[in-house]
C-alpha cells in the first residue's frame, strides 16, 4: 500500500543573530490514505511547523533546508507558489485553531463555499449550491439552507469551526491537516467538533493530519500517532501501542500525563524540566537531560529509530546491536 503523504527527514532553518535554528530535524513519517495521524507533542515541539511545511506555509526566513515532501508518491515540498496554492485547496485542505482564520467576514458562508467548490471542481452555481449545503448539513449546521446566507459572525464558535471543517472538505481533498482544531473552542464543545471531523473524514475517506498537545484527543481520534521533541519525532506508531506500551521515556512520560476528566487540562507534563529551546538543543538524545533512563550514550549520540512491535522510537534502549 502506497502512502499518501511522506514526510522524509524533513529539516526545516531559521536563520537567527547567534547562528542557524534548526526547527525541524530529521522529521519522517507517512499517513496512508484515509488515515487518522494524530502528531503530538508540548508547545515548540514543532507540530505546527510541520503541518505548515506540508501546506507549503512556512514563512521566510524559515525554510525547508533538507528531505523531502511526498503526496501522493509527488514530490511537493519544492512547488512553485501557485502550484502549491492549487494543490492546497484541491487535494489538501487545512483547518486553524481560529476559525476566524479561513473565514472571510465580508462573506457568507454559502459564498465562501460555493466560490471555494467552484473553482476546483466542475460544477454549475446550482450544484455548488447543492454541494454546499450538502456539507453544511453534514457537519452538524441545523437549517443549513437558512445558515447558508448567513456571515460567519452569525455562528458560534463551535458552528464557525464546522462552517470551516465543511470549508476545507469543499474541492474533496484527500487530506487535511487540522492544526489543534478545537483549542480556541468552549471547552463544552470540542469533543463534539474532534468526533465530527473524524467521523466526515472517514465517510469521505479523507486523511487527517491533527495536532494537538492533547493525548486525551489523540487517545479518542487517531488511528496512528507520532510524538514529537525538540523538532524531532521520537516515536511513532498505532495508537494503541504507543498508549498501552510506549516505547520512549517521554511517550511514557506524556502517558503518565493523560489527565482525568476532572482535571486541569493545562496539567500536561509529569516529566521534571522543560523541553529544550531551539537553540539550546542538547547533543544526542535532546532528551536525555529529562529522561529518567539516560545512559552516558545518550549523552553523545543522536538515537537513531528501532522498531518496538508496531512502533519505532528514537531511544537507544531498543537498540539489539550490542553496541554501547
Ligand atoms: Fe532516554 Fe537515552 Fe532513550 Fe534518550 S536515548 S530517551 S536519553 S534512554
Ligand atoms: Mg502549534
Known sequence: PTALLEVDRLRVEFPSRRGTLVALDEVSFSIAPGEVLGVVGESGAGKSLTGAAIIGLIEPPGRIAGGEIRFDGRRIDNLPHDEMRKLRGRHIGAIFQDPLTSLNPLYTVGRQLTETIRVHLPMSEAQARQRAIALLQETGIPAPEQRFDHYPHQFSGGMRQRVVIALALAAQPRLVVADEP?????VSVQAQVIALLKR???????AVMLITH??????????????????????????QSVIHEPAHPYTAGLMGAIPALDQDRDRLLQIDGAMPRLDAVPPGCAFHPRCPQAMPRCRVERPVMFAVGRAQAACWLHDRSGAT
Not at 478545537?182 to 468552549?186: H, Y
Not at 466526515?200 to 479523507?206: D, L, P
Open 200 to 206: 466526515v473524514c472517514k465517510e469521505h475517506g479523507t
Open 182 to 186: 478545537t483549542t480556541a473552542l468552549d
Open 214 to 239: 492533547d493525548m486525551g484527543v489523540i487517545a479518542e481520534t487517531c488511528d496512528r500517532v507520532a510524538v514529537m521533541y525538540a523538532g524531532r519525532v521520537v516515536e511513532v506508531g498505532p495508537v
